[in-house]
């Protein structure tokens, strides 16, 4: 996501700098950009990472698995470094701080009609850490030292800018990684829960859009993130078969267990919030699927 993000705003005529943990050079996916080295536990080095920056993206964190896993190590990098990080944007004069944080704060499974009014409720880990950073976010917004956007998405899917971006586990990138390797789609369920799904360039674009907008229609600056439709998995894993069989014209059988139990609650995740500040979605799913699809082929193909 960080990658898609930083490409969208290097196009919109933006100077990037990309903070990683990693100590390289500019990669080949976007060799215009500068490179910060990112030291969690250091509030100078991190000061001096977002000295001279007008905003600051932070897409960092640790997956449902690993913070579920070491709740504590959860905690301390999803609340407490994400509040470093802002400490030091403020010190460093940032104006705008964006905090990408997830849908799951409110439940999961996700039912009903969510609104940023409802109250989150979701214990796991990866939830309660992400609200802590949120927290830490929305309380410097409100007291006026920066501007702080939290942004919750729902379930974001597409083309990583390489093939080794930690993105495999995500469900339509899983099943697309599927269609080239096992030439099949296999789901451990039978897929009749309801997700609801967004595409990275609309993830991207909505990134771009709340840092151009005027200050004073952030509000509280808390938006939720989502897309048009909300779709089961496994009409969504159909999409994908269906979109391969346009780019290849051969079928993928799609293994699941049988369905069984009563159908799942109806979800509507709104994003009205956001979109009465003047965004909209392009909702270009089947293209999204088929660039990564694409992207499949060419990484992990035979």
Not at 89 to 104: E, I, K, N
Not at 115 to 126: D, F, K, S
Not at 224 to 231: E, F, P, S
Not at 264 to 292: C, M, N, R, W
Request: with cysteine.
């Amino acid at each position: 996501m960080g990658g898609r993000v930083a490409r969208h705003l290097h196009q919109a005529g933006h100077s990037v700098v990309l903070g990683t943990r990693q100590t390289y050079s500019s990669p080949e996916w976007l060799p215009q950009a500068k490179v910060a080295h990112i030291r969690w536990h250091d509030a100078e080095a991190l000061e001096d990472s977002c000295r001279g920056v007008d905003a600051v993206i932070h897409a960092a964190g640790m997956n449902a698995r690993d913070c579920a896993a070491d709740p504590v190590a959860a905690l301390a990098f999803n609340g407490l470094a994400t509040a470093r990080l802002l400490a030091a944007a403020m010190r460093a004069g940032v104006q705008r701080f964006t905090y990408l944080s997830t849908a799951h704060v409110y439940a999961s499974p996700l039912v009903g009609t969510i609104t940023e009014n409802t109250c989150p409720r979701n214990l796991h880990p990866y939830a309660t850490s992400h609200l802590a950073g949120e927290y830490a976010v929305l309380a410097a917004g409100q007291s006026g030292q920066i501007k702080g956007v939290v942004l919750r998405l729902s379930n974001a899917f597409g083309t990583p800018v390489w093939k080794d971006a930690d993105c495999w586990t995500l469900l339509i990138n899983d099943l697309c990684r599927q269609a080239v390797v096992t030439g099949r789609l296999q789901l451990h369920t039978a897929g009749m829960q309801l997700r609801d799904f967004i595409t990275l360039e609309d993830v991207a674009r909505a990134v771009l859009h709340l840092l151009q907008v005027e200050p004073s229609r952030l509000g509280d600056g808390l938006f939720n993130l989502g897309g048009d439709a909300v779709v089961s998995v496994f009409s969504m894993t159909e999409q994908v078969a269906a979109r391969w069989k346009v780019l290849t014209g051969k079928d993928l059988p799609i293994i699941r267990p049988e369905p069984s139990g009563p159908l799942p609650e109806p979800l509507d995740y709104s994003s009205d919030k956001l979109k009465a500040t003047g965004f909209s979605l392009t909702s270009q799913v089947h293209q999204e699927i088929d660039t990564t699809l694409g992207l499949c082929r060419a990484a992990f193909g035979t």
